[in-house]
């Protein structure tokens, strides 16, 4: 597609629920990273994918939060048995190849606004 | 921790002026640096990078300096427009470790121009 594309928009889930976040990267794009946001912050880094390959997740806050990408193009971010402090927008974004000092035309979505009530 | 981090969290210029946003780093490895932009509703978007072995670099009415020594950068706009009120974040990344593709953001600095 022409940009990176997330969804749902907002999302509003009970706490103990599970939800499952959609990122539709930009065609031909090769890594992929989630990033969460708190208002006023810049996002902060959870996990990235290069195709298939999750390379690094060390972001992840704690083991209810997984990521997934099988076939190196769309991406999951799966929180498990939500609770209130998950609530935070979240960000996903595609380059065409990790940064190593160059951009490789890192583009962020729109991401996700997830309400844990 | 490493961290970056921004000496001011708001900025109020009046349109035509030229504008000035500082960030300090405290990773010394890090030898990639970007500044982003973020509207209200929309994802950060990219203005302009510059890597270590560089000092500045400069785009349309933007300009980044870098100093390595005392880890500092900043984001030089010239002729700032209304259209520039935005907030910006700096990120720093480290291109030799195997988290290449990670990115670590500053909190933020809210520029607002008046016109």
């Known amino acids: 597609g022409a940009g990176v594309s997330q969804s749902p928009r907002y999302k509003v889930t009970k706490r103990g629920q599970d939800v499952a976040l959609r990122c539709d990267p930009i065609?031909?794009?090769?890594?992929l990273y989630w990033y969460r946001q708190a208002l006023g912050q810049g996002p902060e880094f959870l996990t990235y994918?290069?195709?298939?390959?999750?390379?690094?997740k060390s972001g992840l806050p704690n083991d209810r939060f997984s990521a997934e990408r099988p076939e190196g193009s769309i991406s999951t971010l799966t929180i498990q048995r939500t609770e209130q402090r998950d609530s935070a927008m979240y960000r996903c974004?595609?380059?065409?190849?990790?940064?190593?000092?160059?951009?490789?035309?890192?583009?962020f979505g729109s991401g996700t606004r997830l309400t844990v009530v | 921790g490493e961290s970056v981090g921004l000496h001011l969290p708001t900025l109020s210029v009046q349109e035509g002026d030229n504008s000035i946003i500082n960030c300090a780093y405290s990773?010394?490895?890090?030898?990639?640096f970007i500044w982003y932009k973020q509207e209200s509703g929309k994802g950060p978007q990219f203005i302009i990078d510059i890597r270590s072995n560089m000092d500045k670099r400069q785009g349309q009415r933007v300009t980044v300096l870098l100093n390595k020594t005392v880890k500092h950068l900043s984001l030089q706009i010239a002729a700032t427009q209304p259209g520039d009120s935005a907030v910006y974040f700096c990120?720093?990344?480290?291109?030799?470790?195997?988290?290449?593709?990670?990115?670590?953001f500053g909190q933020g600095t809210i520029l607002t121009v008046h016109p």
């Open positions: 065609s031909g794009h090769v890594s």
């Open positions: 990120a720093e990344n480290y291109s030799g470790g195997t988290s290449y593709g990670k990115l670590t």
């Open positions: 990773n010394s490895a890090s030898d990639y």
């Open positions: 974004a595609s380059s065409l190849a990790g940064t190593g000092g160059t951009n490789y035309g890192y583009t």
């Open positions: 994918f290069n195709y298939e390959a999750q390379q690094d």
